[in-house]
């Protein structure tokens, strides 16, 4: 359900019939248009441009098709959505528009509490269409423009809610006086380091008695710590972390303060359409469609603390050049060539005096000039952008033909597509991200506090990734209309689709295969061997340009532009057969039905976190749970650009894990699998149609699908396994965190430090669709429809990877454990629109300028909530491996509180109810460490979602070909607060801190229309 709040293009992630939301096509007169960078959906995200979305004013059409359809269609097995622009004609025409909103117009959101001001939405959308003829019959011409501009304090980017802050003393900082008040206001507060047991946070042990557990003096606060509280904050707001006791936007909660920070986010879209449409002569039309928008954002918050503006620059180009022949009465051709061009370009403006040197911090590499991003997982505090700047451009060339039969019962289609694409990335992370658990640990700052460590130094002037990604794809497909009698028609159909791999135009395309870790023994030390380079695998456009003067023996060459160890399938081949029955010889009962096989072409994003950060262009650091060395102060290990990192291990323990020496090299590394397949669903339908009465129709059907080869993404290849006397691992007969590199499966590679992305993911999604429909008649239109489903899948998304669907739920080797309800999952969903005219009566005069042309119309949406997954951070430490499921407590303990959710959040009260939940398992085979929670996936509801929009609607004629209209338009028209999804950390209390659907929002609207 679309949130009217959203900045920017306003759309959301959308699931069609059980497919994953990356899954859809989108296409603009006949050709798709997604960006084969991102997700494939509308909203610009992260570095990614989103699909252009031309004005609805220059739409001429469009057909949304969600299952089992023709041969024609495929790319990706979600559903299609085709629209088509306008074109000109012998009479002029077109139309202007403006419509309007205002913060005052708008309600308050349910966390938008007075005495805090209202939070700002104010936006213009405005603009107009004009086609007309250039030469009459001949040539034709068509225009569009729509300008947005935008300011948003509700939207995500210019919102930032849920944070927790401990209770920082208001008092002047940078003092000796202020590190003491703070370490004991904080004292005793939950962290994750140094031993992952607890203990407590920046305590003042001086006079203990007996003495402090971490008696280490006077306080125990990082000093970069301190440094970044003493931070200005922006304009005469203090500190760059404001002090909650006196900010307006924190409330006690607990021991800490909830904050809530709202600065309206800036968003303007500048867009144009030119088409062109020739009649070369009787038989043949040649077409142009141009759409250009520009979408810049200045993201003020976007979850930040405010202080760190980002700015976010979109845009898309859409071009066509089609030309249609009529070969004859029966038979038709349609060629086409196309291009698509996605920009996107991210900066930030850190707060001053932030350089690492300034901060006391050894930088990821020498001459970064921005600070590391920092997260904090339970507290929700965020600092420092760690991804930007970043730079992503996507050029997609296209050529296609496609010829129309008409032969006897017969209506035969067949055509063929290829497609270049060119996808250059500057990727960010060089200067680095360091997530913690707590906000003490970012206090204490020392040995384990830091729970992951993420950075890319890579071969681009300042430090970023650079690759240059090329690839090439194709399809074809013959399709069959074959009606056999008037009341029974088939339509067969096959495709054939071929999805090609990324070659790197710079070589910088190194890959990593197991299969060649396993095939030699490890080394004790770097000595420079080919068995310390085993594993890894270039193209054969690999370059020296980074240092290396030669390649080092042990790195295997490919004899192509891949690191692949087969070309991807040339045999994806999908059938499509689907009938309509009529019955009986009355016209009123259809049966339908279909089964198709679907490929889909993943996009980019995933792909390339194979080999984005690989050696020698790039160095990818990452360390999980336990002791490590690494402070605020020295967050990042040293390794050189220009080198392909060495494996070895000298790690030896006692049998029962203590008494531990040697070192290993710790390395961590992304890999693609050496073999490709292309994901693939099966989808499959059966309806019955109805018309029971005059202009009513109901169609009940069964809708299902099956997914397999699906691509996860991050996959953890290296979990450090459980070791007993009976099945002893490496000489281990028993597990603690300081054995936990030697119950590796790979040596020398760190535990979850060995993650690759393949295709082994499997779906399920069956359903019952109902849907009533009535057509226009006696004023009124609507339609209705009912969706009782069931979506699974064993792939989840991980919040420690950016959301990827992946397969790191708990064990990773075991995906049987994992499967459950899909992240998308709403069990039942039901939307009613309608439009219905007012039965006022004909006026004439004055009188029927006022009364007549009145209308109302709306959607009503009523959904279940996603299915949620609850995390443990403590949970499977013994495994090497950060934020596995949590542990239901035993008993029958009710999951979710109870009472509305209004008043849990009155009472300070979870969605969910925090005693279900108990610590992970621990002791005997766990040994000093945690086991995996036993929750399933996806075993409780996020909260539901009941919405009414509804426009009033007022067309008044001014003379014979002119009009003007007039909207009134009500999001959330009862303003009815439906929440999100709440914190699904166990020991974040789960509390809920947003909303999901817009407060009750007003847009007027005026049109005129000639």
């Known amino acids: 359900m679309n949130d009217a709040a959203v900045l920017g293009k306003g759309t959301q992630i959308t699931s069609v019939n059980g497919a994953n939301p990356s899954q859809n096509t989108y296409q603009m007169d006949g050709v798709a248009i997604n960006n084969s960078g991102n997700l494939g959906n509308g909203g610009d995200q992260s570095v990614a441009a989103g699909i252009g979305i031309p004005s609805p004013d220059a739409i001429e059409e469009f057909k949304v098709q969600t299952s089992t359809y023709d041969a024609s269609y495929g790319r990706n097995p979600g559903a299609n959505v085709n629209v088509v622009t306008k074109s000109g004609g012998n009479q002029f025409h077109g139309d202007a528009f403006e419509f309007f909103r205002n913060t005052v117009l708008n309600a308050r959101d349910f966390f938008d509490k007075q005495p805090a001001p209202r939070g700002i939405l104010d936006q213009n959308q405005f603009g107009g269409v004009f086609g007309g003829p250039i030469k009459k019959d001949k040539l034709f011409f068509f225009g569009s423009y729509q300008g947005t501009r935008s300011k948003n304090g509700i939207a995500g980017q210019g919102l930032t809610s849920g944070v927790f802050l401990p209770n920082i003393p208001n008092e002047t900082r940078g003092t000796a006086q202020f590190a003491n008040d703070l370490a004991n206001a904080t004292c005793g507060a939950f962290t994750f380091g140094p031993t992952v047991q607890g203990p407590a946070a920046s305590c003042n042990h001086t006079g203990d008695t007996p003495p402090g557990p971490n008696n280490q003096g006077p306080e125990n606060i990082s000093s970069v710590a301190l440094a970044i509280l003493n931070l200005a904050g922006p304009g005469d707001k203090g500190y760059y972390i404001p002090t909650p006791s006196v900010d307006s936007g924190c409330t006690p909660f607990g021991p800490e303060y909830k904050c809530q920070f709202s600065e309206p986010a800036i968003y303007s879209e500048d867009q144009f359409i030119v088409n062109g449409d020739y009649l070369i002569n009787s038989k043949e039309t040649l077409q142009t469609r141009y759409f250009y928008t520009r979408n810049p954002q200045v993201v003020t918050l976007g979850g930040y603390l405010p ?184 339509n067969l159909g096959l495709r054939w689709e071929f999805d090609g791999n990324l070659h790197d135009k710079y070589g910088n395309l190194t890959n990593l295969w197991p299969s060649l870790l396993a095939s030699v023994p490890v080394p004790a030390a770097p000595t420079g061997s080919p068995a310390n380079y085993a594993g890894y695998v270039v193209p054969d456009n690999y370059t020296t340009r980074y240092g290396n003067p030669a390649l080092p023996t042990g790195v295997l060459k490919t004899g192509s532009g891949y690191s692949l160890a087969d070309h991807p399938p040339y045999s994806n081949f999908a059938p499509r057969v689907g009938f309509a029955w009529q019955p009986t010889h009355s016209a009123n ?113 069964y809708v299902g699908s099956s997914g397999i080869n699906l691509m996860d993404v991050y996959r953890n290849y290296n979990t450090a396994q459980l070791a007993t006397s009976a099945n002893p691992i490496n000489g281990q007969t028993a597990n603690t965190l300081a054995n936990i590199g030697l119950r590796v499966p790979y040596l020398g590679y760190q535990a979850g430090g060995l993650q690759g992305t393949d295709f082994v993911g499997i779906s399920n999604y069956n359903s019952l669709q109902v849907t009533l429909r009535k057509q226009f008649s006696h004023g009124l239109t609507m339609q209705a429809a009912y969706t009782w489903s069931k979506s699974l899948s064993d792939l989840v998304p991980d919040a420690a990877t950016g959301g990827y669907l992946g397969a790191n739920s708990n064990d990773p080797q075991d995906l049987r454990q994992q499967y459950g309800p899909s992240f998308y999952n709403r069990p039942q969903r039901l939307s009613v629109n309608y439009q219905y005219n007012l039965q006022i009566g004909e006026r004439a005069g004055i009188t029927g300028k006022l009364v007549n042309g009145w209308s109302v119309a709306g959607v009503t949406t009523v959904q279940d909530g996603n299915s949620l997954t609850i995390s443990d951070s403590t949970a499977g430490s013994i495994y090497g491996i950060p934020n596995a499921r949590a542990e239901l407590c035993p008993g029958s303990i009710p999951v979710k509180n109870p009472g509305s959710i209004e008043s849990q959040i009155a009472a300070q009260q979870g969605y969910l109810n925090t005693a279900a939940f108990c610590a992970p398992p621990t002791g005997g085979i766990y040994g000093d460490g945690t086991g995996f929670g036993d929750s399933r996936v996806g075993f409780v509801l996020g909260p539901g979602q009941f919405n009414w929009d509804i426009a009033l609607i007022k067309l008044t004629t001014i003379t014979e070909g002119q009009s003007l209209l007039f909207r009134t338009e009500f999001y959330n028209a009862f303003n009815h607060p439906q929440f999100s999804n709440p914190n699904t950390a166990a020991g974040s209390g789960f509390t809920i801190s947003s909303t999901s659907v817009n407060p009750r929002l007003i847009q007027f609207g005026l049109k005129y229309i000639f």
């Open 307 to 490: 202080g760190e503006p980002q700015t976010n620059f979109y845009s898309n180009h859409n071009a066509v050049l089609k030309l249609t022949s009529l070969l004859s009465n029966t038979f038709t051709n349609e060629a086409h060539i196309s291009f698509q061009r996605n920009l996107g370009l991210n900066s930030d403006t850190p707060p001053d005096s932030t350089t690492p040197a300034a901060l006391g911090m050894t930088a990821a590499f020498a001459g970064e000039k921005y600070p590391p991003g920092i997260w904090t997982l339970v507290d929700g505090v965020h600092f420092f952008d760690a991804f930007s700047p970043a730079h992503e451009v996507t050029n997609q060339f296209q050529y296609a033909d496609q010829i129309a039969w008409s032969h006897g019962k017969h209506t035969i289609r067949a055509g063929f597509e290829f497609e270049r694409v060119q996808y250059t990335v500057t990727a960010g992370a060089a200067r680095g991200f360091l997530l913690m658990l707590t906000f003490e640990d970012f206090l204490v700052g020392g040995p384990g506090n830091i729970l992951l460590n993420l950075s890319n130094e890579g071969n681009a002037p300042n430090g970023e990734q650079l690759h240059g990604y090329r690839l090439n794809d194709s399809s074809a497909f013959a399709q069959d209309d074959w009606k056999l009698n008037s009341r029974l028609t088939l």
């Open 589 to 701: 009962l259809v049966v339908r039905g279909g089964f198709g096989l679907f490929y889909d072409r993943v996009w980019f994003d995933a792909f390339v976190h194979g080999f984005q950060g690989n050696s020698p262009y790039g160095v990818s650091l990452n360390y999980g749970p336990g002791p490590n060395a690494f402070t605020l102060q020295n967050p990042f290990p040293s390794f050189p650009l220009g080198t392909f990192l060495q494996r070895y291990s000298s790690l030896a323990c006692a049998p029962d894990g203590t008494t531990c020496t040697g070192t290993s090299s710790a390395l961590n590394t992304n890999f693609l699998s050496p073999t490709i397949h292309t994901p693939l669903v099966r989808q499959y339908n059966l309806n019955v149609q109805y018309e029971f009465a005059s202009r009513w129709v109901l169609e009940i059907g």
